[in-house]
């Protein structure tokens, strides 16, 4: 019996091809988008929290100012920030687990070369040798090499600046200029990309050098950033508690009152996670309008189809169809067109995402994409989100031939057949 339900339901929707196919439409919108933004978010997800897996899982990070996150909206640094000095370095550098820190300070100042100026981000480094082994190791150098403690007036740079930032590449051995004083580049960083592309922007000089520079903007024993890197085995959420238990000791503040922040890969992974969330939700409720949007073009096509075929299901159950029959017949019609749009859906949805994922990468001249990117697919196909479009294609077909179908089971066969 379900055999011949489902001909003669292919055979209804073979013969009327265009509305079909205009029905079809709706529900391949409405999956395709809720499909390509829901394989577009978790693929972010993994890249970022892969790269994060990657690189920073030893690395936690000391900041001024309270980092605050609440449910659809930023990051963002909230009431007074305390200033973080030597003193504060020392105390990290106590912490069970940490084995080496550094601190650096952070400001833009005026960075000339080739007649050409601008800008650019200036980090002055203490302790350079544990900042290469927490940091700099990292990224990689694409020429030269590390910051000594020799040097005073060498510089490295990112490689955003040495090659985009001015209209000729800077090389090694050139001289640039900062704030009036000129500076030997040493070294250049490989391309960061995705969560290291900070640096790939800035530029890197001894601290005490630094402090010349900057002249009053900081303290003499002042920090913008501390880092701290952590013995194998040891969990940085763990680690990055007990150094915020110091530091609230040290600066006689509580969870309340806090003025700094401390940050571990695990507090970038969840805040990341929660973001993305946000929008692939927002996101995928644009598509699911879609998707009812379609669900009423079957429901209005079905009932159209029961109108135009009124003598027909009268002459059936005249012949011995049961409303049953007739409501399984309609049913079939309708649940072919919603897994056939949640089949083309999925199709369409995994294209869109390749196209959209592509087309991010090219615009940002695949930077997100670089030798440090986590290695890996473009995008990751998500057998559960892949199954969802299907079933959520079938149901709105289901769902919304129901009542046109029932409403087909129930004519009488005799006013059905009278009917013109």
């Known amino acids: 019996m379900f055999r ?9 929707l073979s013969h009327r091809k ?35 897996n990657r690189f920073m899982t030893d690395v936690v990070t000391v900041i001024p100012g309270k980092i605050s996150f609440s449910q659809g909206s930023a990051l963002g640094s909230s009431g007074q ?4 000095t030597d003193r504060d370095e020392k105390e990290v550098s106590k912490v069970d687990g940490v084995i080496l820190t550094s601190g650096y300070i952070a400001g833009q100042l005026r960075v000339e070369y080739n007649n050409e100026s601008g800008k650019i981000t200036v980090n002055g480094i203490k302790d350079v040798k544990s900042w290469e082994k927490i940091e700099a190791d990292t990224i990689g150098l694409e020429d030269g090499r590390f910051l000594t403690d020799q040097d005073k007036y060498s510089v490295m740079l990112g490689n955003s600046v040495a090659h985009t930032m001015f209209s000729k590449n800077i090389t090694l051995k050139k001289t640039i200029n900062i704030n009036g004083v000129d500076f030997k580049v ?80 695990q507090f970038f992974q969840q805040q990341i996670s929660s973001i993305l969330s946000i929008i692939s939700t927002f996101l995928s409720s644009l598509g699911a309008i ?10 209005n096509i079905m009932y159209v189809s029961v109108m135009e075929r009124t003598r027909e299901i009268g002459t059936m159950k005249a012949i011995g169809a049961t409303s049953n029959i007739i409501l399984l017949m309609f049913l079939f019609e309708s649940g072919i ?6 089949i083309i859906g999925d199709a369409t949805g995994v294209a869109l995402g390749y196209g959209i994922t592509y087309g991010i990468r090219a615009g940002f001249g ?55």
């Open 290 to 299: 879609a998707l009812v949007v379609g669900g009423i073009g079957i429901m």
């Open 337 to 342: 067109l919603g897994l056939m749009g949640g």
């Open 4 to 12: 011949e339900i489902t001909s003669m339901a292919v055979y209804n």
């Open 186 to 265: 040493v070294g250049i960083f490989n391309a960061g990309g995705g969560l290291l592309a900070t640096f790939d922007n800035a530029i890197y000089i001894p601290i005490d050098t630094a402090r010349e520079l900057y002249g009053n903007q900081f303290q003499s024993n002042e920090f913008s950033v501390i880092t701290a890197k952590m013995s194998p085995g040891y969990d940085s959420g763990v680690v990055a508690d007990k150094i915020n238990e110091r530091l609230l000791q040290l600066h006689h503040q509580t969870a309340d009152t806090q003025t700094f922040s401390v940050l571990s890969s």
């Open 81 to 84: 920030s305390i200033i973080l």
């Open 366 to 420: 695949g930077s997100a994409f670089s030798q440090n990117e986590v290695p890996g697919p473009l995008i990751y196909l998500s057998p559960e989100v892949l199954a969802l479009g299907l079933v959520f294609g079938f149901l709105v077909g289901v769902l919304a031939g129901y009542f046109p179908a029932r409403r087909a089971a129930k004519l009488q066969p005799v006013e059905a057949l009278r009917y013109e």
């Open 18 to 52: 265009l509305r079909s196919f205009l029905t079809l439409l709706g529900i391949v919108i409405g999956v395709s988008s809720v499909v390509g933004t829901m394989l577009i978010g978790s693929s972010l997800q993994e890249r970022v929290i892969g790269q994060l």
